[in-house]
């Protein structure tokens, strides 16, 4: 009898990944995204390898992620890090809370209003950071002097979405509130504030984002720990590696942060159709 060479198994339709799907995962926004950064990083890798540049000007992307892994084994950047993120949360949630109030306050009083509208038409588009120097001579350079520049940053949207989403709510449930009995703190407490809330998180999206700007420029100018600090000091000695670094750490504050509030405001939307 003679033997036959056996026949491989053919292959499972469902298990063959074509040409075509490979193509649509990589397609994808996310992936797209990603990427292109990756593109970019590889893209700097070589140029700086071909063209023999010194670090000092160009670093290239490997030598700045291990700068960035010694600067957190040593915990330096971690204690900075820390640090930027106490001064920049601890004067945004002064801000938060103080602006909502105020919000909500000029919203519902036209008395109030009228005496609050010209100050933030003046303090609003004034570049906080010029007013860096008078603080210091107010405050000095310590916690308060951080709290109040974080502070600055984030008041003036917080207030004018909250003023803007109040407004904008539906007469109709003010109404129908009043015909049940309500007053004018439950009337703000459960019809006007949650009517505000994606106007509000709108305000929050941008005063967090100046405040970490200002915070970070208040360290540059007068913090002996943060990132500002940190980056000013690498700048001083000519550690490129260190300065890519430390913006690296910054870059990504930036992205996480953003993504939460993606996430948020995905939630809020969902909740306010709802």
């Known amino acids: 009898m003679t033997d036959h060479p056996s026949l491989p198994p053919a292959a499972d339709p469902s298990n063959v990944v074509s040409a075509r799907d490979i193509f649509a995962r990589l397609s994808e926004p996310r992936v797209l995204g990603w990427m292109a950064v990756a593109v970019v990083l590889v893209f700097w890798e070589l140029v700086v390898l071909a063209a023999n540049l010194n670090p000092i000007y160009l670093p290239r992307p490997t030598r700045i992620v291990v700068a960035l892994v010694e600067m957190f084994r040593t915990e330096r950047l971690l204690v900075d890090l820390l640090a930027t993120l106490g001064r920049i949360f601890g004067g945004f949630a002064i801000a938060l809370v103080a602006g ?35 603080f210091i001579i107010w405050l000095g350079t310590g916690g308060p002097f951080m709290l109040t520049i974080s ?38 407490r459960m019809v006007l504030l949650p009517s505000a809330i994606p106007s509000i998180f709108a305000g929050v999206r941008l005063g967090l984002g100046v405040s970490i700007i200002l915070v970070v420029a208040a360290e540059m100018v007068v913090g002996k720990v943060g990132l500002g600090s940190r980056l000013y ?3 001083q000695v000519l550690e490129t590696e260190q300065v890519f670094a430390v913006l690296i750490v910054l870059a990504t504050l930036g992205i996480v942060i953003t993504k939460i509030q993606d996430a948020i405001d995905m939630w809020l939307s969902h909740w306010r159709v709802s």
Not at 119 to 131: E, Q
């Open 100 to 134: 909502t109030l105020l919000g909500v306050w000029m919203a519902t009083s036209e008395r109030v209003n009228a005496v609050a509208d010209n100050f933030i038409a003046a303090l609003y588009p004034l570049p906080k950071v010029t007013l860096i120097p008078l």
């Open 151 to 188: 502070a600055l940053g984030a008041i003036f949207p917080i207030v004018i979405n909250t003023v803007v989403g109040i407004r904008q709510c539906d007469p109709g449930f003010i109404l129908a509130a009043r015909d049940l009995g309500a007053n004018h703190r439950p009337i703000v």
């Open 233 to 235: 000091l690498a700048g």
